[in-house]
């Protein structure tokens, strides 16, 4: 059985991810399509638009056989903890034969030689890395920085540096799936998931979504980062280790207590806040973090436990799942009340249901939504 896997976040699902995912499995062959996706929060540092089980729903419909939680504390960080996160994933269930993403110029080889760089290179590239930083660049700018002293190619898009991520945790892995690089030129005709959600802001939008996703969402409450604003504006001022959140550096803690004295809303204490070395993007991760007390102490013991959690499957979900739990040494939670692992482990899943419960209050949804079993759609 040949199984795909996609790394996503479906926030939400629209047309460019359709035409992702209907040439990946074309061009893979695949029996089957496993979707590792991002939980209530997301790697842009924000709250999911929809609660993961819609999203979930809405890949299922699309044609993704198993939708696979990426943890809390993965999903919300930076494309190096991202990917390292999903790939574990997919290599650790032991089932997936190909892996297919999304990159806008970057082909295969390319990725694959600048990934043999950073994973040869490492030690030289953290401390030009530190070099450049410490000189204000942001983090992207720093890095390809760092990187062009080993390599005239170069990669300045978002989707190609995630890309780059993922093919660099599979040569550390040693693992050699078919890699499948599916350029975004072909779905530049499609609003983008950030378009989607500005436009829910002001008006009309639920027309830019596949027509199959509208009886999903019909009842759905968007959220938006605002929504989570008083609760982050309480977490920052009343905060005593502002200085040892995941993400902090030195000196930015201040500026942000400085600015949340007059910040009104969240767009506000970001634009207050941003510089060229602090990205809109690292900061709204950054007060997400300091929402739920995420430390870096935490990502340091954490960062290589992993667990599998089904949120959705169609029938041949279910084949491939049976599959996982024949030859994947992860454990599987499809019982959360049952669920027994290392320490490790259920300390990672704690951060999904801590986390998940104040995004289910703002979404108007039940305190109880992560104990519902897997949604097995037909």
Same mark, same amino acid.
């Given at each position: 059985?040949?199984?795909?896997?996609?790394?996503?976040?479906?926030?939400?699902?629209?047309?460019?991810?359709?035409?992702?995912?209907?040439?990946?499995?074309?061009?893979?062959?695949?029996?089957?399509?496993?979707?590792?996706?991002?939980?209530?929060?997301?790697?842009?540092?924000?709250c999911a638009f929809f609660d993961k089980?819609?999203?979930?729903?809405?890949?299922?419909?699309?044609?993704?056989?198993?939708?696979?939680?990426?943890?809390?504390?993965?999903?919300?960080?930076?494309?190096?903890?991202?990917?390292?996160?999903?790939?574990?994933?997919?290599?650790?269930?032991?089932?997936?034969?190909?892996?297919?993403?999304?990159?806008?110029?970057?082909?295969?080889?390319?990725?694959?030689?600048?990934?043999?760089?950073?994973?040869?290179?490492?030690?030289?590239?953290?401390?030009?890395?530190?070099?450049?930083?410490?000189?204000?660049?942001?983090?992207?700018?720093?890095?390809?920085?760092?990187l062009e002293h080993f390599t005239k190619?170069?990669?300045?898009?978002?989707?190609?540096?995630?890309?780059?991520?993922?093919?660099?945790?599979?040569?550390?892995?040693?693992?050699?799936?078919?890699?499948?690089?599916?350029?975004?030129?072909?779905?530049?005709?499609?609003?983008?998931?950030?378009?989607?959600?500005?436009?829910?802001?002001?008006?009309?939008?639920?027309?830019?979504?596949?027509?199959?996703?509208?009886?999903? #969402?019909?009842?759905?409450? *968007?959220? !938006?980062?605002?929504?989570?604003? $008083? /609760?982050? +504006? =309480?977490?920052?001022?009343?905060?005593?280790?502002?200085?040892?959140?995941?993400?902090?550096?030195?000196?930015?803690?201040?500026?942000?207590?400085?600015?949340?004295?007059?910040?009104?809303?969240?767009?506000?204490?970001?634009?207050?806040?941003?510089?060229?070395?602090?990205?809109?993007?690292?900061?709204?991760?950054?007060?997400?973090?300091?929402?739920?007390?995420v430390y870096k102490t935490d990502m340091?013991?954490?960062?290589?436990?992993?667990?599998?959690?089904?949120?959705?499957?169609?029938?041949?979900?279910?084949?491939?799942?049976?599959?996982?739990?024949?030859?994947?040494?992860?454990? #599987?939670?499809?019982?959360? *009340?049952? !669920?027994?692992?290392?320490?490790? $482990? /259920?300390? +990672? =899943?704690?951060?999904?249901?801590?986390?998940?419960?104040?995004?289910?209050?703002?979404?108007?949804?039940?305190?109880?939504?992560?104990?519902?079993?897997?949604?097995?759609?037909?």
């Open positions: 059985m040949k199984i795909l896997g996609i790394v996503a976040e479906y926030n939400p699902f629209h047309l460019g991810h359709l035409f992702h995912l209907e040439v990946s499995r074309a061009r893979s062959m695949a029996d089957g399509v496993v979707a590792v996706m991002s939980g209530n929060f997301v790697q842009r540092g924000e089980f819609t999203r979930a729903k809405m890949a299922i419909a699309a044609g993704v056989d198993l939708v696979l939680e990426l943890p809390y504390l993965y999903a919300s960080s930076s494309a190096d903890y991202f990917a390292t996160g999903s790939i574990d994933l997919l290599v650790d269930i032991r089932v997936v034969n190909a892996i297919s993403f999304g990159a806008e110029s970057a082909d295969v080889e390319t990725l694959q030689d600048i990934a043999d760089i950073l994973v040869e290179k490492k030690n030289a590239l953290d401390q030009l890395f530190r070099i450049y930083s410490a000189e204000g660049h942001s983090y992207p700018i720093a890095h390809q920085k760092a190619k170069t990669l300045r898009n978002p989707n190609d540096l995630l890309a780059l991520q993922y093919v660099r945790r599979l040569r550390e892995r040693q693992a050699t799936p078919e890699l499948i690089s599916i350029p975004r030129t072909g779905q530049s005709h499609h609003q983008s998931a950030g378009a989607i959600r500005r436009a829910a802001r002001i008006g009309e939008w639920k027309h830019l979504l596949p027509d199959f996703c509208l009886p999903i #969402i019909e009842d759905k409450k *968007p959220l !938006f980062p605002e929504d989570f604003f $008083e /609760e982050i +504006l =309480f977490a920052i001022v009343t905060s005593r280790d502002l200085q040892n959140i995941h993400g902090m550096e030195e000196g930015l803690e201040n500026l942000l207590k400085e600015n949340a004295k007059t910040a009104t809303s969240f767009e506000e204490l970001l634009e207050k806040t941003k510089s060229k070395r602090y990205t809109r993007t690292r900061l709204s991760r950054l007060l997400f973090h300091q929402l739920f007390h340091d013991s954490l960062i290589g436990t992993n667990y599998v959690r089904p949120l959705a499957f169609n029938e041949t979900g279910q084949d491939i799942l049976r599959l996982v739990k024949e030859q994947s040494p992860l454990p #599987i939670i499809s019982n959360i *009340p049952r !669920f027994r692992g290392t320490k490790k $482990e /259920e300390t +990672l =899943f704690e951060w999904d249901l801590l986390t998940s419960r104040l995004y289910y209050r703002k979404a108007q949804l039940p305190f109880d939504t992560d104990f519902a079993a897997p949604l097995l759609l037909l």
